[in-house]
């Protein structure tokens, strides 16, 4: 079948790095153009159309999987096997690359020390983010394929020369389309584009049949909303069947369930999603039964606003601040443990007096870390426990501020005649608070003078 192009769009960046066109060279081979052998598709596809940022990039190829790997690794490009059996392999390229956001605080860090070598930057070089981007970035390429057997979890495959045999198979008319490095875009069942223009996330076909293919299609259903979608605006159809669907969710890993979830938690606007989800009987067990709705919505607009999303903090207030909370949700998902200790860090912070001083959030840097600190006062703010006029000023000083290290050891006690045991240690605490209240300083506090 001769594919039509539907659309063209501006070459971007990515498209025309060396690698990728190294790699279509290769695949391509002595046959003629009218007959790819590799097209971008799915996710980057859809995104470079919208506008949006691309994560991830699939070529889908009419060759096997053993051709795919011989005519690469001619090309001395390292073919891994990661999905042989449904006809995936992975390259990389070889570079490195970097990224940060607006106040240079990852969505992790809760060891102070650790954190006080870290390199705090306001003002981040966009355009050397933009060219890095891409390097060192994992390609997957897969077979066109059709499904010949599947059960809600697995899929039984066969490989197809067939562009729109492996279009029928995807979850969502807006991820069938293709597209080559010339900005090419082609729709092979003719309604993928028109979905992608018009922000509509429609399954392919009949949607209880995609659902009984693989039920995690049910959560996406609600990510892919959640993304692209315009708010409020569900297909019918789709939203039918996942309720209709919904028990069967617990028949998925919870592996796989958390991996969605925990992407519909990332989005922009997680909270109207969630409603919709829960309101449909879609993972309706997994809030608490206080679930606050309207505090999570307002936590996740000051995360937004200031530019310092992180998932651990989004999960610990949907959980209502209570661990127990959280622990419960082990039914479905896998919390994993740094979530846990970075939970405990925001924790420890909140409880401190309100972060709305300098001294406060010295204390909070100097016992959490920077990212705890900030989580935590974004949580204060949503309590009204800190006025958003002084916020700012808070970041500013927990992106800068010079974290000190306690000039006091236990072994300056014991050669003052103090014993190794547990009074020691709560000795060594006192002292430390001390030099916490008295601003980080020995001076003027006779019992630390006396250190000195």
């Known amino acids: 079948m001769t594919l039509n192009v539907k659309h063209k769009i501006p070459v971007q960046s990515w498209m025309s790095a060396a690698f990728i066109k190294k790699v279509f060279t290769a695949l391509q081979g002595s046959i003629p153009s009218e007959e790819p052998q590799a097209l971008l598709v799915g996710g980057c596809v859809r995104n470079a159309l919208l506008g949006k940022e691309v994560d991830d990039i699939d070529i889908a190829t009419p060759l096997e999987p053993q051709s795919v790997t011989r005519i690469l690794e001619k090309e001395k490009i390292k073919v891994i096997p990661t999905g042989i059996k449904h006809g995936t392999v992975t390259i990389v390229s070889n570079t490195n690359s970097h990224s940060s956001n607006e106040y ?6 809760c060891d ?18 933009k060219e890095n981007r891409y390097n060192n970035i994992r390609y997957e390429i897969t077979t066109l394929r059709r499904d010949d057997k599947t059960d809600g979890r697995h899929a039984e495959i066969s490989f197809t020369e067939s562009w729109v045999e492996d279009a029928k198979r995807r979850d969502f008319t807006l991820n069938t389309l293709l597209m080559d490095l010339e900005g090419n875009i082609y729709d092979p069942l003719g309604c993928g584009f028109e979905a992608a223009q018009k922000h509509h996330i429609r399954f392919v076909g009949e949607p209880s049949m995609r659902i009984a293919e693989d039920y995690l299609r049910i959560l996406r259903f ?10 409020g605006i569900y297909d019918e159809e789709g939203l039918k069947a996942c309720r209709d669907a919904a028990p069967n969710i617990k028949k998925l890993s919870r592996e796989r369930i ?28 997994l809030p608490p039964k206080d679930y606050d709705a309207e505090f999570f919505e307002y936590f996740c607009t000051f995360q937004s ?3 310092l999303q992180a998932l651990a903090s989004r999960l610990l207030v949907f959980a209502g601040l209570k661990t127990s909370h ?56 949503v309590q009204d426990r ?42 060594l605490a006192r002292l430390e608070q001390l030099w916490i209240d008295n601003g980080f300083s020995m001076d003027g506090v006779k019992a630390l003078e006396d250190l000195l």
């Open 104 to 109: 240079g605080l990852e969505g992790r860090d």
């Open 112 to 129: 102070p020390h650790d954190s006080a070598k870290l390199a705090w930057r306001l003002n981040v070089d966009s355009h050397s983010k």
């Open 222 to 231: 609600f990510r892919f909303n959640a993304y692209y979608s315009e708010v």
């Open 258 to 285: 958390t991996q969605e979830f925990f992407k519909i938690l990332s989005a922009q606007k997680p909270h109207e999603v969630l409603r919709i989800m829960f309101s449909h009987g879609v993972l309706s067990d």
């Open 305 to 307: 606003r200031y530019g």
């Open 326 to 381: 959280v622990k419960a949700m082990d039914e479905y998902l896998l919390i994993p443990k740094v979530f846990i200790k970075d939970m405990a860090c925001i924790l420890g912070a909140l409880k401190l007096n309100d972060l709305s001083c300098d001294s406060a959030i010295h204390e909070s840097l100097y016992k959490f870390g920077r990212s705890a600190t900030a989580q935590a006062l974004i949580i204060e703010l």
């Open 386 to 427: 800190v006025m958003n006029g002084y916020a700012p000023k808070a970041l500013k000083t927990i992106q800068n501020w010079d974290i000190r290290d306690f000039p006091v050891s236990g072994e300056d006690l014991i050669t003052r005649g103090a014993k190794p045991g547990p009074a020691l240690g709560k000795e």
